[in-house]
């Protein structure tokens, strides 16, 4: 599907349809995103994402950012075995035991990473393959020409298991480089595309 005129006169993406979908589709996906938090929240919302509809992740985003402490890599590093069983109680989330915790163990991996590289470590890391996507990177004309991977999810996949991430496949991390902005997938005449 190409671009599709909103109410409001603008061509967005096919799939932003209805207010909380505009609203993500025009404020935030696609901008490119910095910060090991900012970062480190995406990644987990978008490993939880998996197998879901985004629009349940981002609905359930503000209970996720209550029982998450706000995505800061240091506290959620902090989590316990009861602070999982507290959020596998919690409906507001996605009760997933294996999510929860590949976020708690993701939340160590990045505290780790900026205790030996320092703040903006997550950051760094994550950046340092913008260069490549977007040399390979070619602007969708519909979306069925959006790839689920790529050569750099694939490389940025592996680069971030070898530092202890998990729920991090090549398919979760090319979404990741599509919502923070290391790839700019707006399809032709959608009016948030860059180039």
């Not at 985004?54 to 602070?83: N, Q, S, T």
């Not at 979760?172 to 902005?181: D, E, F, I, P, R």
Request: proline residues 4%; contains cysteine.
């Amino acid at each position: 599907m190409t671009a599709v005129l909103g109410s409001d006169g603008r061509a967005r993406c096919p799939w932003a349809t209805g207010d909380l979908y505009a609203a993500y589709h025009d404020d935030e996906w696609g901008v490119p995103l910095h910060g090991d938090r900012a970062l480190y929240e995406k990644l987990t919302l978008e490993g939880f994402q998996s197998g879901l509809s985004w629009l349940i992740i981002l609905r359930k985003r503000p209970a996720f950012r209550a029982a998450f402490a706000g995505f800061e890599p240091e506290a959620v590093a902090a989590f316990g075995a009861e602070d999982v069983e507290r959020l596998l109680g919690d409906a507001g989330i996605v009760r997933n035991r294996q999510k929860i915790e590949a976020a708690v163990d993701n939340a160590r991996a990045v505290a780790a990473l900026r205790e030996r590289d320092g703040e903006g470590a997550l950051d760094a890391l994550v950046w340092s393959f913008a260069d490549a996507a977007r040399a390979e990177h070619v602007r969708p004309a519909d979306l069925g020409d959006v790839p689920a991977s790529t050569s750099t999810s694939k490389a940025l996949a592996k680069a971030l298991k070898r530092e202890g991430l998990r729920f991090v496949g090549p398919t979760t991390v090319y979404a990741l480089m599509q919502s923070a902005g290391l790839v700019d997938d707006h399809v032709d005449g959608c009016w948030r595309a860059r180039d």
